[in-house]
Structure formats: structure tokens, C-alpha cells
DNA sequence: ATGAAAGCGCTAACAC
DNA sequence: GTGTTAGCGCTTTCAT
């Protein structure tokens, strides 16, 4: 592979001039200069060392993304987000995966500082413990996380609370008062964010809180499938679902059907986030959307701001949207 | 951010010393001496500039993945196998999407030398022009490729024909004679491959290939719905279809619902790759797994071995596996 | 407009 | 066992 040192030979010139053309804009060179350089790169096939050069500038157009799961649908949409517009920018994202453990997060960080990432993009899993702040630390004005996570970095946000209030209300206005609910840990705070729009909407509603219509799954269609079981074999059992998203809620129906209930007459059920597959399924499933692409771009186009110096806002919220589809039809 | 000039200065060593004792093995050090060292490595929270190390050493511990669109599961999935045993090896990975826009390809080539990857992994697109393939020539030895590319990298690759074959005989032994395909573009050698195994079974067993059964969609559900319907609202209609992935076969089992056909009674389905929700599908799709998962850990394992100049493999054929589930129980 | 040379932060000969 | 020094490939003053 050749350097900047065989083209400045070949063109017969010195490397401050091989670097002037081939990074155009800050210096004047005399354009049959330039075309000689241009001749000689094209012909030795060079490409500068993206290393040697970050290294020099300070600067290596390389952000890190953490976030606890690639295969999962909802981060590898964020991430996809992120690259179209770090893309667009110049940028490339080095990627690391969690599995929300805190050590492998403290790990994640330091070693996208080792690699002198311009800016890191967090999602997923805690980030409020001593290491994990400190390591952080000397990234600090270039840092965004994506979810509510309680530290001083600017945050691009899903307005939880209002989509799950939606959800809830929307059950109610189709007439169900025992309406259970599939929650999963408490130590998401999105968790507790859709828990929290729950209750809003059966207290705007004078619905008493009922602590039996709650369980908590893992996310998994699986576990869905569970704690649906179990709400359903409870006397006195609900007669709609607000499942904590598509996955757990394709589990509901299953469990239902399986359990010889039609959904949604006799039971309806309602999911978060409107998965591609939520609307091609049997039925199509109710759910509140979740522009989850759209938090990955502003996320990276916040990053971006932040690199530039620029005042970014604290908290951008997103916001869902109530998609009404077969599973939730008129009680 | 300290250097290994000021944790040399703090602990009154050279910085060769230093540079010793964070990279341990090749040379003794007092213990001492390296005691020191540790101590302000500490204090000064010092970490090494690994763009100046890969500078240095020539070795950046990072390798390129080059894959479509991160945000489909199927990339999702080997990009997530990557990332596991890359991590044990100590390797960071870039992530490029392409759209499987070939300019979008040969620059992410480029762009990932300039980076100075150790390896590249490609996967999805095509790499067989003069432009990508010459781009990819530096690296030669150090590039593996997913799926069949009639390039001369090592490629891992999923046995697509018989596992085309395999489904279409479970719907031949199921008793249908008259079966749907639903493929898609005539670019793909995956596409070609699940073509081809359909066409195997059905000569086995002598029953002839007709056209009219044969239609394309573009591995949406939306597009597995468009065929669907085409296919069913012929005359002498299929009482099997075969789709070219799960996503189709939601589609199709939703148009034919939709149509008054009952699944699997009046239609049996059968997909392709084993997408987590297929069990959860209402009817559970029946459908041929493909060890996605493996597809990525496999090409990882393959490129180290390469990066450690070890002769691989100048193929791996993974195989899949019939899942019957209900949408294809007895005609 | 162009070249010489310093230096980005590190590793690895090579001396001692 | 430890220090000195020469690069890795680049950008950027500072001269000219």
C-alpha cells in the first residue's frame, strides 16, 4: 500500500504538497501541480492512512455506539438510523454490545476512548453507576444517550408515558375496566415510564389500580405467552391487555388462542413499538409507535451539534403515535 | 488525556518502560519498577492511544463488516454472531451499509482501508465488478465473504438448495402436488438457490415445474401479501406455497385469510430462516431454520484464522433444518 | 506556491 | 532491567 511519500516521489514533489491536494480547501496549489499529484495518487492507487491521520488531527471521524443487543430489532433500527446519517457526515460507528452488563458497558467506554471515537451514542442498559460516569467523563460534551437515564448528557427520549397513556385509553374508550398489563423490570426506566402512562390513564378514568392485572415478562414473545397465561387463568380475568411491547404482545394472542379466546371479542390486546410484522399478523395487532430509526438520526445529528461546539437541547422528546388495528376492534 | 510521556514522568521511568509494562509478556520488567508504573498508570487514568499503537504495530484490531442494511434482521443476526466471538478476540468492528448500491459498496471498501481494518467480512450485494474486487485486492488475504459470491475469498454460506429442497418435499409428502413459490429477485444467489432446491424436489418426485406457479416479491410481508393474492386468485390455484423467507410467508398467510382460505387446511405455507416470532404466528409458520447466528460467529472464526495466516477453509457450508409447525399440518 | 522539519502517541531495535 | 532513539504516515507551522 503506498504513501503519501511514493506519490510526492512520483509527482516530484514534497508530501506537504501531496497532503495539500488530497486535502483540499485550507491551501492554494498551482493547478498543474495539483493535476500532476491527482495523476500520481490515482496511478499508485493511494488512499491516505485514516490513522496516521487522526492521530495528527486529533480527530478520527469515528463515533462508538453502545447499546446491549444488535439482534434485537429495536436497537439494530436506532443503529440504522445513526448510520444513515453518520454516513451522510463522514463518520464511521464502531459498535459495541452490552448485554446490559455493567462491566462490559465500563469496558465498551473505555476502550472507544482508547480508540479516540469522536463522540459515543449510549442506549440501553444503566449508565448512572460511579465507573461508567467517570469513564465517560473526559467524553463528556460529546456524549448523547437515547432513553431517560438521569445523567448530564444531552438525551433523545420516547415520550413513554403519553404512548402508554394512549394505549390504556384507548381500551377504555372501547369499553374495558379490567385491563391487564405485561410490564418487564423495574429497573428500565422505560419500563416504568410505560407502567407510569398505565396508571395515568386509569386514574383519569377513576379506574381503581388493581395490582393482581400485573405481571412482568422479559420481552420475549415467550414470556408474553407466560404471564398471559397466568393473567388469563386468574378468576375474574381482564378483558383487554396492554402488552410492554409487539413481542410480548404477539405471545398474549397466542396465549389466548390457544386458551380457546377470540381475539380481540374476547380479549383485546394492544402491544408498543409497531414492529413491521405487527400489522401483517392474525390478527393485526393494535400498538403505539415508536419512531425508533428517526431516535438513532436525531441521536447521531444531536452528536454531531455537540462536536461542532454547538448548544444542543437537553432533552428531545419523541413522539408515539396510537395505530388501531383488528386486535383492539369494539369490546 | 494523560499520555505515556506523563505516566513515564510520574513514575520515573522511560516511557519504554512504561510502554513495557502496559504490554506485557515481551520483555521483563522489575516487578518493582512495573509496581510504579501500574500505580500511575492509575492515578493518571492513563490509556494507550490505540490509533497510535495500530499506527505503530500495524495492526488496528478492527475489522470492517460490510453488510446491506443493519436494520433487517437477517443482518442483524450475523452481525450480532460477529460481534460475539470478536469481542473474546479483542477485535472492534465498523459497521458499513450499502443498500447493495455497488458505488455505495466499492466505497466502503475504500473506506475501510483507509481505516486500516485488519479484515472485512461482506455480506448481502454483490462484489464480483472490476472496481470491488480490485478495491478488496490489498486485502486479499484478509476478507471473508458470506453467502455463495463466485469470488475467490473464503465463504461461509448457508446450503440454500437443499434447504429449498427439504421444505418442498415436506409439502410434497404432505400430499400437495400443486405448489406455490414466491421468490425474489433473479439477482440473488440465495434466491436462485431456493429456486433451484424447489425445482429439485419437484423432479424427484416427477411432478412437473410450472411457470404459473412461479412469482416474485421482495421479501416484504406487503410483497409476500401482493403474490399471495396473485397466486391464489388464479384459477387451479396452489394448494401449498413456499415463501422465499418467513416475512413473505406472513404476507401470504395473511392474504389468504383474508380471502376466506383457512391455514393450513386450505392452504399450507411454509417459509424460509426461522425468524423468532414464526413460532408465535397464528397458525405457528412451519419453516426452514437457517443458523444465522453462526453465519456471522463462523465468518469471524474464519477471518482470524486468516489475519493469523492459518490455510482455511475455502468454503463452509452450513446446513438447515426443516421446523414443522401448524401451518403446514396434514393437507 | 512549495519544501523542510517538527510532532501526533506509541512500539521496538539497539545500547548500556 | 532500563533508557535513547528511530520511525509508523500523516498534517501543519515556518521559511523561502
Redesign the pocket.
Known amino acids: ?8 516521489k512520483r509527482a ?9 491536494v ?2 483540499p480547501g ?5 493547478p ?3 493535476e500532476k499529484v491527482r495523476a500520481a495518487v490515482k496511478e499508485l492507487n ?8 487522526a ?4 480527530k478520527s471521524m469515528t463515533i462508538g455506539v453502545i447499546i446491549p443487543d444488535i439482534s434485537n430489532h429495536y436497537y439494530a433500527e436506532i443503529v440504522g438510523g445513526i448510520q444513515g446519517v453518520a454516513d451522510k457526515a463522514g463518520y464511521n460507528i464502531i459498535l459495541q454490545n452490552t448485554d446490559r452488563d455493567p462491566d462490559q458497558i465500563v469496558k465498551s467506554i473505555y476502550l472507544l476512548r482508547e480508540k479516540i471515537v469522536d463522540g459515543i451514542i449510549f442506549s440501553g442498559g444503566t449508565i448512572n453507576g460511579y465507573e461508567p460516569l467517570s469513564a465517560l467523563k473526559e467524553l463528556r460534551d460529546r456524549v448523547v444517550v437515547i432513553g431517560r437515564h438521569d445523567v448530564d448528557f444531552p438525551a433523545i427520549m420516547v415520550d413513554n408515558i403519553a404512548g402508554a397513556t394512549l394505549a390504556v385509553e384507548h381500551l377504555i374508550e372501547l369499553g374495558h375496566s379490567r385491563i391487564g398489563l405485561i410490564g418487564w423490570s423495574e429497573n428500565s426506566t422505560t419500563a416504568k415510564d410505560r407502567l407510569s402512562g398505565y396508571k395515568n390513564a386509569l386514574a383519569q378514568n377513576s379506574y381503581p389500580y388493581d395490582q393482581s392485572l400485573i405481571c412482568q415478562g422479559s420481552l420475549t414473545p415467550e414470556s408474553g405467552y407466560n404471564q398471559a397465561k397466568i393473567l388469563l387463568s386468574r378468576e375474574n380475568r381482564p378483558s383487554a391487555i396492554f402488552a410492554g411491547n409487539d413481542q410480548m404482545a404477539f405471545g398474549a394472542v397466542y396465549a389466548a388462542i390457544e386458551m380457546g379466546l377470540r381475539v380481540p371479542e374476547d380479549l383485546a390486546v394492544i402491544g408498543f413499538d409497531n414492529i413491521p410484522l405487527s400489522s401483517f399478523f392474525v390478527p393485526p395487532l393494535s400498538t403505539i409507535a415508536v419512531p425508533m430509526s428517526e431516535l438513532g438520526s436525531d441521536s447521531m445529528e444531536t452528536l454531531i451539534g455537540l462536536i461542532a461546539g454547538e448548544q444542543v437541547a437537553r432533552i428531545k422528546l419523541h413522539k408515539t403515535k396510537l395505530i388501531v388495528r383488528k386486535s383492539t376492534l369494539s369490546k
Do not use: F, G
Open positions: 500500500m503506498s504513501k503519501i511519500h511514493d506519490v510526492a516530484n514533489v514534497s508530501i506537504a504538497t501531496v497532503s495539500r488530497v486535502n485550507r491551501h492554494k496549489v498551482n498543474e501541480t495539483a493511494y488512499r491516505p492512512n485514516a490513522l496516521a491521520r492521530l495528527q488531527m486529533k
